[in-house]
């Protein structure tokens, strides 16, 4: 009997080994580490195909993230040594003691940034959007993750009260990140000649182990992208909406200190920052217009958002 405790015992470790050295390697490559399925609501769902991401897209200054150069970081490491082995503080024999620890961190590889075809856009689904793009025939041009994707859902009557019979195109997927989106912009959804777009994208890798920093340079490359495929285009840039039950929700910070982050991508000629976040939100911060999960609006949301952004993309058209 306790042989076979013993044995079983073993082959748990090894199970969870095995675990861990996936997750790892899922967030070296590029995946999200826990994305929601569908804007977060299912967890671990969208991970995407086990294949290298890109090389990572170029991201705008106003949101990136200060990368030193290897000459950089030798020579500010090499100062720090030189402080631990001189100075005369109080704590001396600390630094001395640690000296192996007091060094310059380099910012991690950002996988938000680096192009990847996650599961959740799935080669079908991608090249109807690739169809949809090489004829053209829309003047909007909607891109995100299921709280855009769901337009087609929950909001298909906001839709129809606030646009019309305007032609839109709708590539948001649920359950989709940053590098997601770049893949497909990057592999021939980057088509047609919208004259406006709405863009809300980040949430997923918020709510897995990205920082905010990470999440707005995510969202700066995808900006950047949109430029470079739609010079014409001007870019309605949604702050990611709020989520949660509570204003202390974690995600909700994080998702909060990305849009600080993000509206500085606001240039007022091409890209125009837009929080409406307030709009959903009552005075004890618990959410207006959403579903039971706290994540995505319910009709009345739909609504809500729709009177706040119609008019505006509407005479970006004109």
Known sequence: ??????TLMIVMCAMSVVTMVYTVQAQQFGAPAAPGGFGGGMRGFGRGPSVPPGPPAPVPAAVAIPRPTEEEVAKMNADLQQFVQTTTSANRDLFRKYASLVKIQVPRANAAIAPVQTGVRTTERHNGFVEIAKQGDFDILFHGDSITDWWQRSGVEAQRKHFGD??????AIAGDTTQGLLW??????GQGNPKAIMLMIGTNNASGDATSEEVAEGVGAVVLQ????FPNAKIMLLAIFPRGSRPNDGIRRKNDRANEIIAKLHDGQHVFFTNINDKFLNADGSLIGFSGDNLHPDARGYDIWGAAVADTLKSWLK
């Open 1 to 6: 009997m306790m042989k076979k405790k013993t």
């Open 226 to 229: 949109l430029r470079k495929d």
């Open 166 to 171: 305007i032609k839109i195109a709708n590539f």
């Open 184 to 189: 497909g912009l990057q592999n021939g959804e």
